[in-house]
């Protein structure tokens, strides 16, 4: 069960939730239309925990669901990801569309700050320079994806879950659990 949380950061307290306690950790970041609490109704956090992952859910500020509701622009949003991360030890980076491009972004400039990046239909792809992420990277598309189309990316584990739109986590749970499951046990 997530736990509510706060993070002060440039004078504010921004929402996120937690769920466990390990010393492996995964911080999540949802897409745009969501909030981050979909990442427990997907079973993203229960299977984390299972996997002896503590899940960090950043409510995105400036998402129109999110509890976050002070308006950021990108560099800030990417600090505030960063005070989060740095508060932990070298956790998974985890992000759907919108906050997918996020999470690569961060690890673009960030890299040894983070043990992995998951990018979930990521946007705006063609805009990080891959070759600059220096950790694993699984990349995953539902197969009838309309917002982001699927892309091979040299040196990243590509996946496509078949019969799965944008938001493939809630389509097909079972199948990006596993997904999930098999990148975090291979690192």
Known sequence: ???EKKIRFEGNDFVYFQEGNYEKSAVLLHGYSFESKVWEQAGVTA???????????LDIPGFPNSRNKQ???????LSLIGELVSRLNKPVL????????LALK??????????????VG????????????KVPVLLIWGSLDNVSKPAKVKGARVEIIEGARH???????????KLIA?????L
């Open 47 to 57: 299977l984390l925990s299972s996997l002896g992952y503590s899940s960090f859910a």
């Open 1 to 3: 069960m997530l736990e």
């Open 167 to 177: 938001a493939c986590y809630l389509d097909k749970p079972e199948e990006f659990k």
């Open 106 to 119: 961060f690890a673009e400039q960030n890299s040894s700050k983070i043990s992995a990046v998951i990018g």
């Open 71 to 77: 308006e950021m622009n990108e560099e800030k949003i």
């Open 94 to 101: 985890l992000g759907a569309s919108a906050s997918g491009y």
């Open 122 to 133: 990521p946007v705006r792809l063609s805009e990080i320079k891959t070759e600059l992420i």
């Open 182 to 186: 098999d990148f975090m046990r291979s």
